[in-house]
Structure formats: structure tokens, C-alpha cells
């Protein structure tokens, strides 16, 4: 089991950037795959990336691809999601997953633990 704290939301105007921390706990963080969802008001959760545990396999919707960018390290237990040139759609509630396997998935239902959201709200 993984324990997952997000951080790093917050307000910005579109086109701007933020940065989201994911502080992990458990032993088996480093061998978990991690992803990022997101959820808007009034929708369902969506997936927005992944990485593999030893973070040489990505993957991202394809709305985020060449704005966003998901790293991981293993060492200090942290995953990241750098987000450029935010869009006001980029609007909602961004959750940090732990996976078990080796599959990258962008099924939410694959993901075993979860963090508690962190607010990304992007004003036009």
C-alpha cells in the first residue's frame, strides 16, 4: 500500500504554469506504477498521465501532450506534474494514483491507492 499527499495547486492565469507534488509513503512506491487524474466539476475522472517505476515509460491524454510532463523520483519518494501553458479547461481537482504491475494504465479502476486532490483552477 502507498499513501499518497498532493500539493502545489492553486490559481494562475491561462497560459501560466504550476508544478504538482505527489509525497509518497510505503514500501512499495518505487515499484508502483503512478499516474495523474483529474476530475472538473459536473465530469468524470480523467486521466491525464503516467509513468512506469523506473520512469523511462510516459504516457498523457492527448489534450496535455506538449504542455504537461510527469517525473518521478524513486529516491525521494516524489512524483511531479509540470503543467505549461495552462488553459482554463485545465480547471479541476488533480489526483495522484498508485499502481500495481508494470502497465502504464489510463484506466482509473487499475489504480489501487489515491491521494486526497489537490485544486488547479486557470483563469481566462
Known amino acids: 500500500q502507498v499513501q499518497l499527499v498532493e500539493s502545489g495547486g492553486g490559481l494562475v492565469q491561462a497560459g501560466g504554469s504550476l508544478r504538482l507534488s505527489c509525497a509518497a509513503s510505503g514500501r512499495t512506491f518505487s515499484t508502483s506504477v503512478m499516474g495523474w487524474f483529474r476530475q472538473a466539476p459536473g465530469k468524470g475522472r480523467e486521466f491525464v498521465a503516467g509513468i512506469s517505476w523506473t520512469g523511462t515509460f510516459t504516457r498523457y491524454t492527448d489534450s496535455v501532450k506538449g504542455r504537461f510532463t510527469i517525473s518521478r523520483d524513486n529516491a525521494k519518494m516524489t512524483v511531479y506534474l509540470q503543467m505549461n501553458t495552462l488553459k482554463p479547461e485545465d480547471t479541476a481537482v488533480y489526483y495522484c494514483?498508485?499502481?500495481?504491475?508494470?502497465?502504464?494504465?489510463?484506466?482509473?479502476?487499475?489504480?489501487?491507492?489515491w491521494g486526497q486532490g489537490t485544486q488547479v483552477t486557470v483563469s481566462s
Open positions: 494514483a498508485a499502481a500495481p504491475g508494470t502497465t502504464t494504465s489510463i484506466r482509473d479502476a487499475e489504480y489501487k491507492d
